[in-house]
C-alpha cells in the first residue's frame, strides 16, 4: 500500500529493555513526525524531520529516547533503558511539503513496558 | 506553548441525530485546525480541516466552523450512521517553515446509537 507503515505493531519490553521502532513514511514526503499517545489521551508530539534533518526534538520525554533518519526515508525511534510510563502508542506521521499538508498516520506501535 | 481543549469526552447520539464537538485553542498564532478520527487500534485519520482565513468549511454530512476571535472551533457531523462510531480529536497548528506539528486534544468518544 501507499500509507505510512510501522513495526512491529506491537512490543513487548522489560523494564531497562532497549527498543527500536521502525516508520517508513509515503515515498517522497519530505516531513515526518513522531507522536506519543497515552491510553485515552490524544496524541503529543516527540519530534521532526525535514528530510534527513532532525529540526525539532523538543518533545522528547527524556535523554533516553533519541530518532533518526539517516537518508531522509525511513525513521528509527530508539527508546533506551524502557520504564513503564514509556508505555504507550507512538505514532509517526508524514506529509509531503514544506508548508502546510495533511499529515498522514501510520497505525502505530503499541509498547507496553513490564 | 498552545494548548487544545476538547468537549465533550463522550458523546451517545440516536442515528439520524446531528453531533456536536467543541475545542478551544489558547495560542492566537494558530492558524491550521484539523480534525482526525481514530478507530481502535489504528491512526488518526485526517476527515476534515480549515485554515484561519476561512470561517466554515462543509463537506457532505461534516462541517466545521472557526470563530478566531473567542478561538474556539466545532466539528458539526449531520445525519449520523453507526459508522461515525470513534474517537474524534480536535488539532491546531501554526505555520513554522514545515515544522506544522499538530497539538491536539484529548478526544471525544462518539458512539451513535442505531
Same mark, same amino acid.
Do not use: M
Given at each position: 500500500g501507499a500509507g505510512v507503515s510501522q513495526s512491529p505493531r506491537y512490543k513487548v519490553a522489560k523494564r531497562g %529493555?532497549?527498543?527500536?521502532?521502525?516508520?517508513?513514511?509515503?515515498?517522497?514526503?519530505? &516531513?515526518l513526525f513522531w507522536y506519543q499517545q497515552a491510553l485515552g489521551q490524544g496524541p503529543e508530539?516527540? =519530534?521532526?524531520f525535514q528530510n534527513e534533518a532532525q529540526?525539532?526534538?523538543s518533545g522528547l520525554p527524556s535523554d533516553?529516547?533519541?530518532?533518526?533518519?539517516?537518508?531522509?526515508?525511513?525513521? =528509527?525511534?530508539?527508546?533506551?533503558? =524502557? %520504564? %513503564?510510563?514509556? &508505555?504507550?502508542?507512538?505514532?509517526?506521521?508524514?506529509?509531503?511539503?514544506?508548508?502546510?499538508?495533511? %499529515?498522514f498516520f501510520g497505525p502505530g506501535t503499541r509498547l507496553t513496558v513490564l | 506553548g498552545e494548548n487544545v481543549e476538547q468537549h465533550p469526552s463522550t458523546? #451517545?447520539?440516536?442515528? @439520524?441525530?446531528s453531533a456536536v464537538i467543541k475545542c478551544t485553542y489558547s495560542d492566537s498564532a494558530s492558524n491550521y485546525f484539523p480534525w482526525? !478520527?481514530?478507530?481502535?487500534?489504528? @491512526?488518526?485519520?485526517?476527515?476534515?480541516?480549515?485554515? #484561519?482565513?476561512? @470561517?466554515?468549511?462543509?463537506?457532505q454530512r461534516i462541517a466545521v466552523t472557526?470563530? !478566531?476571535?473567542?478561538?474556539?472551533? #466545532?466539528?458539526?457531523?449531520?445525519?449520523?450512521?453507526?459508522?461515525? #462510531?470513534?474517537?474524534?480529536?480536535c488539532a491546531a497548528s501554526k505555520k513554522n517553515f514545515g515544522n506544522e506539528k499538530l497539538t491536539f486534544g484529548t478526544g471525544t468518544r462518539l458512539t451513535i446509537i442505531p
Open positions: %529493555q532497549d527498543v527500536a521502532l521502525r516508520c517508513d513514511p509515503i515515498s517522497g514526503h519530505v &516531513s508530539f516527540l =519530534t521532526y529540526l525539532d526534538k533516553r529516547f533519541f530518532a533518526e533518519r539517516p537518508e531522509g526515508s525511513v525513521s =528509527t525511534l530508539k527508546i533506551q533503558r =524502557t %520504564q %513503564q510510563e514509556d &508505555s504507550a502508542v507512538y505514532l509517526c506521521a508524514s506529509s509531503g511539503a514544506i508548508s502546510y499538508n495533511e %499529515q | 458523546l #451517545s447520539v440516536q442515528e @439520524g441525530d482526525y !478520527k481514530q478507530e481502535l487500534g489504528k @491512526g488518526p485519520q485526517l476527515i476534515i480541516d480549515i485554515r #484561519s482565513n476561512v @470561517g466554515e468549511k462543509k463537506d472557526l470563530n !478566531k476571535t473567542a478561538k474556539h472551533f #466545532s466539528l458539526h457531523i449531520t445525519e449520523t450512521q453507526p459508522e461515525d #462510531s470513534a474517537v474524534y480529536f
